[in-house]
């Protein structure tokens, strides 16, 4: 294990994240951003959620630095009482909890059509890509919608909180497989060519083997730099849908949902109550679409 | 050429029919429109007269028929949240929509690809370097972000833009502007540039990651070796090269505007087709959902089949079969 | 005669991460006016470099550390990106390996060639497509003044690489860097193509610079041979002295390794070994760990360039032959 790590920290990936400062930086904010969300639960200064600690007549209080405001609610309090911190931390959690999970559907689910696309060929791959395309020429955010939507009308009402997060998890990952898949297809496509392939199956082993053993560790590289700019991107759908009132429950906020909660207080002056974690979302976003950029550069075989 | 237009078009029917399938099957399986329009009171002889009204005792595939008959006529009910009908509501929204969309779409082209240029040739001054880091920025914004914050600063701080509503309009037949007033220009751009953002981003890097591929492509190596002036190879050949693929993608984005409209139209309460659609989400109004959906779907099918025959007049080698082909050695 | 090109000393090197690496290490020969010169190695042996080199297209982060080249007689290697550019196509022209990526798909042939001529010639427009429907009739494509308004993807390859030599001549330039003409094409259409730039360069006593590793085609073209090893110099000198009394071990293995129809040989030459990568020259002469006639000395002094009879070898065995 020891010897796998050294080998990878001497590695041109490695040598290539030291060198690049904007990587290094954007790896440390995601870190503690990562830190601040799990370990929400440990290191907040306060829960939001615990009704008994929260005390009304700290409503709408100002950030630290402002003149009414106070260093138990570092970054103010909203119209209940929250503290916008610790309120940050748990959205933070919950934001990229779903992103993440997103990605990992539509990865599993696009890597796995995406293999048998290319590896399979005739019916099976037009059929896949046909769908793929037409899915592709639809914005993801539609789609979502409409799944989110069409639960919304088919599940009653006291479930809808139950389903939210499966729905919401699903209907990103279902909005994003076609990249994944496109991706694999490519990439597996040439791999299929290739004499390690021909020389396995004349040994007699089987497609699914071949596909997953040999074919898949070789088509990775992309998956990853699309993987990062999916986290981006399904992390701005989550928040949007939020947003616009069909994402999570108000009972486990998200960033988005803190954004809207905090929008209706923007003209009446507690501006802080939105742009912090509106401030906190393009942090996060940011990190994660600084840290894509660089990958993609430094898995890039011809720009070394 | 024919043969391939035909193709295209046959694929294009397929496509909708697929979307008005799964509108069709929204329609009539998600919630009971019976229960929804007659409540919990009607006696059971109401709602079988209204059953047979609705046409829902007949076969699936005679039902289906009506749906697609309605629907080629533009009539897809009642909504149930506001009961009118939902082929009046799109259409009063649509202008709103449309104008919003395209000046979002100009904005993005105008600017983006020339910065998008500028950028791959001159990859590492100091001003390109920045119009990246702008890009980054743009692309890690949400939309919605983006509005609220420019309606902080030019609304609420500085006051001089509004940041609700379209303002005055002009109705033209069933068509409304908001183009010729100046009150309606004022209220179209914060949401037009908000809506442009992300696009402007999106556009710069491609453009510039296709000129930067171009312009290590085999034939620029080969026009350098002429000694031809560098404004031919990067203008002439670079830049016509980058703008052949750029097309499709551009096209391809008109149609994530329009549905990203969503969201520029919620925060501005701007009245067009998607902030429509947004209520009707919300309220399950399952008509609407329908119809937009089928409408959004015929506008994208639409735009497909231009982004493909422009393609087709673009680039020579899709043309294969209209000219002699090389012989001999 | 005047030598159209000079190469003298010069040296090219790539900084890496892994630190400096010299991909051309005091490389000098010479072009006369007129004439064929083949430079052959293996691949990486550094004679696309050179000829990237020479028509001022070294990819950055590559540069020339070392040396001059000189055009009749003036250096061209430290003149400007503009004064390069006239240069290029009007006084050295360049044809590379793939005809098909080397024509831009989106323009007509008679466009790109006409484009090439008035940026160079003071012609108009029209006069220059005249002149483009010639060169493509010179250039043995037939019906020229129809296929002048085709675009590249409607000829074959062979036809293509006409097209490309008609390019790379419409200046009429005085020397052309040809890096792997033929490798691309079909083995049956390779000598045609030769043969087309020779005829060609001839008519227009123009010189060719052929950068090639297929030796054969070397023997059938050249007048000269620069043999090129490990991005140095190994032996230059007449093409028949080289293939028939090569003097640098190398060459020898290089004449051995080609079968011929014409002597009964028991076994191909086989060079033990190969040629080290850039990061791993040995000290000393670089083919020193492969060469059956090693010395000493090879091991710690590189050789100069030592006259043998007509030939020029870089070998210590030749030292004390130098008065012969």
Known sequence: MRAALSKFWDGDLAWSWRHTPVAIVATLTLLVMLIAAFGADWIAPHNPFDLATIELLDALKPPVWADDGTTKYLLGTDSQGRDLLSALMYGTKVSLLIGLAAVAGAMLLGVVLGLISGYAGGRIDALIMRVADVQLSFPAILIALLIDGVARAVVPGDMHEVIAFPVLVGAIALAGWPQYARTVRGSTLVEKNREYVQAARVIGISSPVIMFRHVLPNVLGPVLVLATVHLATAIITEATLSFLGVGVPPTSPSLGTLIRVGNDFLFSGEWWITIFPGAALVLLVLSVNLLGDWLRDALNPRLS | ?329 | MSNILEIKNLSVEFPTRRGTLKALNDVSFSIAAGEVVGVVGESGAGKSLTGAAIIGLLEPPGRISGGEILLEGRRIDNLSDDQMRKIRGREIGAIFQDPLTSLNPLYTVGHQIAETIVTHLPMTWSQARQRAIELLESTGIPAARERIDHYPHQFSGGMRQRVVIALALAAQPKLIVADEPTTALDVSIQAQIIELLKKMCREQGAAVMLITHDMGVIAETADRVVVMYAGRVAEIGKVRDVIHSPRHPYSVGLMGSIPSIHHHVERLVQIDGTMPRLTAIPPGCAFNPRCPQVMERCRIERPDIIQVGTSQAACWLHETKEAS
């Open chain 2, 1 to 329: 050429m024919f043969a391939f237009i035909i193709r295209r078009l046959l694929q294009a029917v397929g496509v909708m029919l697929t979307v008005a399938l799964l509108a069709f099957i929204l329609f009539q399986y998600v919630g009971d429109p019976v229960m929804i329009m007659l409540g919990q009171e009607g006696t059971p002889a109401e709602r079988e007269q209204l059953r047979r009204d609705l046409g829902l005792n007949d076969p699936i595939i005679v039902q289906f028929y009506h749906f697609l008959a309605n629907a080629v006529q533009g009539d897809f009910g009642l909504s149930l949240r506001q009961g009118q009908k939902v082929s009046s509501l799109l259409r009063d929204r649509l202008p709103a929509t449309l104008e919003l969309s395209i000046a979002a779409a100009l904005i993005a082209l105008v600017i983006g690809v020339p910065l998008g240029v500028y950028t791959a040739l001159k990859r590492n001054g100091k001003l390109s370097q920045a119009f990246l880091a702008f890009s980054l920025l743009g692309v890690s914004l949400p939309t919605f972000l983006i509005g609220i914050l420019l309606i902080l600063v030019f609304s609420v701080q500085l006051g001089w833009l509004p940041s609700y509503g379209r303002g005055e309009t002009v109705k033209i037949g069933w068509w409304t502007t908001g183009l010729l007033t100046a009150n309606g220009w004022k209220h179209l751009i914060l949401p037009a540039v908000t809506l442009s953002l992300f696009q402007v981003a999106l556009v710069l890097r491609l453009v510039r990651s296709e000129m930067l591929e171009v312009l290590r492509a085999d034939y620029i190596k080969f026009a350098r070796a002429r000694g031809l002036t560098k404004r031919a190879i990067n203008f002439g050949h670079a830049l016509k090269n980058t703008l052949v693929p750029v097309i499709t993608i551009m096209g391809l984005q008109l149609g994530g505007i329009i549905a990203f409209a969503i969201v520029t139209e919620t925060v501005f309460q701007w009245p067009g087709m998607g902030l429509l659609f947004i209520q009707a989400v919300q309220f399950a109004d399952i008509p609407v959902m329908a119809a937009y959906l089928c409408l959004i779907s015929f506008i994208f099918v639409v735009i497909n089949l231009i982004v493909d025959l422009l393609y087709f007049a673009v680039d020579p080698r899709l043309r294969v079969g209209l000219g002699k082909s090389g012989g001999g050695h």
